[in-house]
Nanobody
Framework: QVQLVESGGGLVQPGGSLRLSCAAS????????MGWYRQAPGKQRELVAV???????NYADSVKGRFTISKDNGKNTVLLQMNSLKPEDTAVYYC???????????WGQGTQVTVSS
């Protein structure tokens, strides 16, 4: 069983920055993908950014050029650097990992990001 612990959310003014971190622990074999999704009130959960074990990344069009995803393989940690934040980035951000045989998908508990003046 994999446990995901997220941190780094909070309240920031428009134009500001935040960095989200997600640490995965437990029995992890073959981590394929690590990433971040978000869900705003009244909306469906959507992909923000993912990074594969090859290092290849994908971003939602709405965050390209502003957000950067990275990972530390040795620590099974994925980071999301968010710059030039906008009010429409306000949402609960969820860490997601895909690993092992199956493969298996696990979700973090979510961390709130609020962009407001």
């Amino acid at each position: 069983q994999v446990q995901l612990v997220e941190s780094g959310g909070g309240l920031v003014q428009p134009g500001g920055s935040l960095r989200l971190s997600c640490a995965a622990s437990g029995s992890i074999v073959n981590m394929y993908v690590m990433g971040w999704y978000r869900q705003a009130p009244g909306k469906q959960r959507e992909l923000v950014a993912v990074i594969r074990n090859s290092g290849m990344t994908n971003y939602a069009d709405s965050v390209k050029g502003r957000f950067t995803i990275s990972k530390d393989n040795g620590k099974n940690t994925v980071l999301l650097q968010m710059n030039s934040l906008k009010p429409e980035d306000t949402a609960v951000y969820y860490c997601n990992v895909v690993y092992g045989v199956g493969p298996v998908t696990s979700w973090g508990q979510g961390t709130q990001v609020t962009v407001s003046s």
